[in-house]
């Protein structure tokens, strides 16, 4: 089992940032992706940004969905078993529950969610 922590939504107003972190614990050992989903009342959730725990000489491969891109950064830190996502340019459409994802070996694992509102 995996257990996922976030911390860090709010509110904030269009413009502004915000940082989200997840940390990860229980059986996470070995490579696995790490990243952030979001989802509004009654859509689909959506990705957000990913990122492995190796390659590129092990800062790990990011993908991010195209209504973040230039604007959202994902990171991780391995040895805190951490993934970050720093909010840059937040828009009123970026708000949203956001979760943390863990995958390893074709298991998922979520977190409780965290809310992000951005005001207008």
């Known amino acids: 089992q995996v257990q996922l922590v976030e911390s860090g939504g709010g509110l904030v107003q269009a413009g502004g940032s915000l940082r989200l972190s997840c940390a990860a614990s229980?059986?996470?050992?070995?490579?696995?992706?790490m990243g952030w989903y979001r989802q509004v009342a009654e859509k689909q959730r959506e990705l957000v940004a990913v990122?492995?725990?190796?390659?590129?000489?092990?800062?790990?491969?990011?993908n991010y969905g195209d209504s973040v891109k230039g604007r959202f950064t994902i990171s991780r830190d391995n040895a805190k078993n951490t993934v970050y996502l720093q909010m840059n340019s937040l828009r009123p459409e970026d708000t949203a529950v956001y979760y943390c994802n863990y995958v390893r070996l074709g298991r998922q694992y979520w977190g409780q969610g965290t809310q992000v509102t951005v005001s207008s």
């Open positions: 229980g059986s996470i050992l070995g490579i696995n992706t």
């Open positions: 990122i492995t725990s190796g390659g590129i000489t092990s800062g790990g491969i990011t």
